[in-house]
């Protein structure tokens, strides 16, 4: 049986353990009233593999020096194991030893087997561990499980550790050679959280400042180059300590009241027969968004509605249309002028320059999107985060951030603007929960999906999901999950993996958008800190 089938007949997880001495100088100081600190991840669960869990490389920090494996066959026969552990530095990490052998067959009751990892101390550096484990279910039909868990191992200089075995719980887990098959159980990703918090705690020893969050698990093997200072806490996710943030979270503005609504469009009004319309640049089965020109001589994009566009249609155009009115930023695209000579197919105007085009579309173009480096990438994300960063300091929340509501220029510069038509030009992006509602599901945060509650948090989840687009040239987020099921994914730990070719820092920053509370995720002045350093750090030796 291949390794990526959903069913399979054996559980497993992972433990990590260390040795409760010298708890008053330890970064897990609130814990020391325990004997070890202990974190679990689950692979399989209930039978279902989740091949999630396996992308992630989990950090084991200096001061753990054993991982925990609990098996147990459920397939009611005794079925053979063979296991190898690999490292990527023999000098600074010698073979790990364990306490089963290396071919055997696994228990039918659950039992935990341990592998040590005792650094030899002769320099610091992280060094990669592969665990191989290969189970035959059926030796007629050649069929093998094969699982393969990453580790990467922090040592330190002349932290030579003892040979002896202290630990009394450590003791209490040595087992017979098994007998059995395995089974995996995969699942519940928020353990993996506490995996990444042995991680942060071991970057920030030197640190004095002590802050506690809470947030999600995330893949953060190279966190330490993101060079943000990161206090001690207990989080996967953390701010960029040296910035304070530059607001609070502000109330959202209440929705704009018809008397709001029709002074912006009077300000804006333009006359119809100044606006030329040129070439169709997207259509969907109500919305048109044409380019053209306002006078003749200033470049335009022009957002409209099809004759048969119902009442409502016509009023959301409008009201989405004027929700970044007044904004003045470099990175917002925000209305020019608007026209409602004829009220069933008014006329929004936006400023277009360089072959202004949606982002979202420029991305699914191979031809064009598959040309932008990560250099470039970083830099549409910084040029949105201070746009976004505009906004909240004026307490608006954008509530529909994504590469549909971005336009990107031939100089690959980039400006937020408002979701009108996004729903009608983009369809495969928004979907309802039973209720009528059109909303864009996959891009939501928590307390978004289950109580409509938007704040600046809310926009920084959906940021995060922004640039997990940009890295993937617009694929589709969670597109193997239903939008029913979202609210229960997340609230699970589950999140969007890590983009091929998308650097771990990259990743990283993204990851922070995704701490389940909202007052754990980054502001966007902090966002753009770290982008910027990241910015920094990749054109250094370009």
Known sequence: MDSNNRNSPYSHNSRYSRNSHN?????????????????????????HVNNYAFNFIVPV????????????????????????????????????AMNISQIGEIPTTVQTFSISLKCSGARAAEVDVTISIEVILNRAQNNVTHLVFRRKKICFLDAVEENKVDDPLLLETVVPPPTGIITLIVGSL?????????MLATYCIRSSEKHQNHGQPMRTSSFQRLNTNPPCQTASYITPSGIPPTHDSLPRKSEQQPEELHRRISE???????????????????????????NENQDVIVKTVAQHASQMQVSLLLQEGMSLYGASHPGI?????????????????????????????????????????????????????MALGHLHSHGVVHRDIGTRNCVIDDQLRVKLSDSSLSRDL??????????????????????????KQFSEA????AFGVLMWEL????????????????????????????????????????????????????????????????????????
Request: charged share 20%; hydrophobic share 35%.
């Open 23 to 47: 708890s008053r100088n330890s970064p897990y100081s609130r814990y020391s009233c325990y004997n070890r600190v202990s974190a679990e991840v689950y692979y399989v669960r209930d039978g």
């Open 61 to 96: 920090p200096g001061n753990v020096r054993d991982i925990n494996f609990t098996w147990q066959s459920l397939a009611g026969r005794a079925l053979p194991y063979s296991i190898n552990v690999v490292t990527s530095d023999h000098s600074v990490l010698p073979r790990p």
């Open 190 to 198: 928020v353990a993996l959280a506490l995996a990444v918090i042995i």
């Open 268 to 294: 804006l009004t333009v006359e119809r027969c100044r606006v030329r319309l040129s070439s169709l640049l997207q259509e969907g089965t109500f919305g048109r968004v044409y380019r053209g020109t306002y």
């Open 333 to 385: 695209l925000s209305v020019l002028g608007v026209s409602i000579e004829d009220h069933t197919t008014p006329f929004v105007l936006y400023p277009a320059v360089h072959n202004t085009r949606n982002l979202k579309v420029f991305l699914l173009e191979p031809s064009c999107a598959r040309t932008v480096t990560t250099i470039q990438t970083v830099m549409m994300s910084s040029q949105l985060s």
């Open 426 to 451: 983009f369809p495969a992006d928004y979907n309802c929960l039973g209720d009528s509602e059109n909303r864009p599901i996959k891009w939501m945060s928590l307390e978004a999906l289950q109580h």
């Open 458 to 461: 809310s926009d920084s989840w």
């Open 471 to 542: 890295c993937t040239y617009a694929k589709q987020p969670y597109a193997e999950v239903d939008p029913f099921e979202m609210e229960h994914y997340l609230k699970d730990g589950y999140r969007l993996a890590q983009p091929f070719n998308c650097p771990d820092e990259l990743f990283t920053i993204m990851a922070y958008c995704w701490a389940l509370l909202p007052g754990e995720r980054p502001t966007f002045a902090q966002l753009q800190v770290g982008l910027s350093e990241f910015y920094a750090q990749i054109t250094r030796y370009v």
